[in-house]
């Protein structure tokens, strides 16, 4: 097993994957290395499963080659960091062969479409760890500078023991009965529906912003459009279009989850409420650059929730980016998970989220689903029609 650690010559990147995730993790790195400190690198290859495809993506997004086969790829020399944003069912024998080839791993979330591939995803990049291999998963809205700040906020004390958390993400791309069969509606490539898929994040930013596990949960799960469009006629929906789920976490704290691909007006929002002893935070993804912050310590007359515009040098990651009150987007977040990924590296030091991060995640996931499939079923009860009532 080898890996690249000395300065002889730059870490050679490549990417699986050049759709969705492609275009936007290919992004981040055409763009780290202008704003931020991070090792030399170069981005080498770009791969897909269509040759026609892949090479038009990779000319597009600043890669030097294209290739269709990962596992030539995985072999090369001149490759250092395998970054995987294949679909889920991918994942494991991806990073697998590629930790195990001595490669550096950033894959996407969520870690896999099973418990059981997971734990084996970590317990691969555990031993590569050994060797100095990293290995890290992308949940990139940890990288939200708003988030990060009351991420630390919170870890200040500034709204005291916290004791409950509410986070809805809710999206509509799935709330039109004619929106065609994709791969994210199959069971066996996606794993699961807008559980895995947008809940993972909330359940992430949940236990990351407090700072504790989840140890229990209640779930449910729907699905509301039972077929879909395939090339060939309708196909079964074999994930759930829906999710909700409640969670007890460490720190005595409770929480509570909505995710749905089928809220009609909801393109891609991510709101989080933190309430604590002495304040509460609230945020929107679709207000990106803004934290709202009530400080309950202060007499009653002054309270409030303020807005702050976390734009400011001294704010999570932006002394890189633009002056203050120039706002920055969603697509940055991928720009900051390569730069901590990359310093990671450099540095020797454990990239976060780990696998094991996300093997926490892939727990709670499974849970809620047994959960959901173990819910208790009411059964009608029948009220009697008064005497007086019957014939009237």
């Not at 991420?151 to 986070?167: T, Y």
């Not at 007006?265 to 604590?276: A, P």
């Amino acid at each position: 097993m080898s890996h690249h650690t000395s300065d002889s010559r730059p870490l050679g990147v490549a990417v699986i994957g050049y759709a969705f995730m492609g275009k936007a993790h290919s992004n981040a790195w055409r763009n780290v290395a202008s704003f931020f400190d991070v090792p030399a690198f170069e981005q080498k290859v770009l791969v897909g499963r269509d040759a026609a495809e892949v090479a038009f993506a990779a000319g597009k997004y600043g890669w030097a080659e294209w290739a269709t086969d990962w596992r030539d790829v995985i072999e090369r020399d001149d490759i250092d960091i395998i970054d995987i944003c294949a679909p889920g069912w991918m994942h494991a024998e991806i990073a697998i062969a590629a930790v195990e080839a001595g490669k550096h791993v950033l894959v996407e979330k969520p870690l896999a479409n099973t418990l059981a591939e997971a734990e084996i995803m970590t317990n691969a990049a555990e031993a590569a760890h050994r060797h100095g291999v990293q290995s890290m998963i992308g949940f990139n809205y940890r990288r939200v500078p708003a988030l990060a700040l009351a991420r630390q906020l919170i870890a200040e004390g500034r709204v005291g023991p916290v004791r409950h958390v509410r986070a809805a993400y809710l999206q509509d791309w799935l709330a039109d009965v004619e929106t065609p069969m994709t791969w994210r509606l199959r069971k066996e490539t996606a794993g699961s529906g807008a559980l895995g898929d947008i809940a993972s994040h909330a359940i992430d930013q949940i236990q990351h912003l407090t700072g504790q596990t989840v140890t229990e949960v209640t779930g449910t799960l729907r699905t509301f459009v039972a077929e879909r469009p395939g090339p060939n006629g309708p196909e079964a929906v074999t994930v759930d279009d829906a999710a909700w789920a409640t969670l007890g976490l460490t720190g005595d704290i409770s929480a509570s989850v909505e995710a749905s691909r089928v809220a009609t007006g909801q393109k891609n929002s991510l709101r989080i409420e933190i309430y604590g002893a002495l304040g509460s935070l609230t945020f929107d993804l679709e207000n990106l650059n803004e934290l709202r912050f009530l400080d309950a310590t202060l007499p009653v007359r002054e309270q409030g929730f303020r807005r702050i515009l976390v734009n400011e040098p001294e704010h999570p990651y932006l002394e890189a980016w633009w002056p203050q009150g120039h706002i920055i987007g969603w697509e940055h977040t991928f720009t900051h998970q390569v730069r901590d990924f990359l310093t990671a590296i450099r540095d020797g030091s454990q990239p976060s989220p780990s696998f094991e991060d996300g093997l926490q995640i892939q727990r709670v996931l499974a849970a809620i689903e047994e959960s959901a499939a173990n819910k208790s079923v009411l059964t009608p009860v029948t009220t009697p029609v008064p005497a007086e009532k019957v014939g009237a």
